[in-house]
């Protein structure tokens, strides 16, 4: 099928429904880590070989992102969301931190880093990993 189509759980999707990309942003923060490899397993089912498959979370390093919100149980970091995608049978070939806003400026930019290296931060506020699914 074509278009854009939103599920609410993986079961829920038709059996014989493929796709070449499946995103999930900012929602794998929101189940414990044996749901997260459940639903990625159960999601990879439905990816085409070769397909793309993108996972985004808040960043558990960055200050405020994650904890801003009571209902994150899981704080995924970039390892976590690699081996997620290796479990479910993917090649995780990018990895990559955004940030929505522009870098300090540069005369602030060494006090950030200062800050960033003593206390264990990262300003960048989101996390996404893409893994592609080898042919069989």
Known sequence: PSGRFTYRTPQSIPPDNMFDLISSNHTFEHLPFEDG???AGELVKHLNPGGIFLIGVPNPKHPTRYLSSPVHVTP??????????????????????????????????????????EFMMDWCESIYVVGKRLNP
């Open 37 to 39: 490899l459940r639903v």
């Open 76 to 117: 995924w970091n970039y390892l976590n969301l690699c081996a997620v995608m290796e479990l479910a049978g993917l090649d995780p070939f990018y990895c990559a931190r955004c940030h929505k806003k522009a870098p300090p400026r540069w005369y602030i930019k060494p006090l950030v880093n200062l800050m960033c290296r």
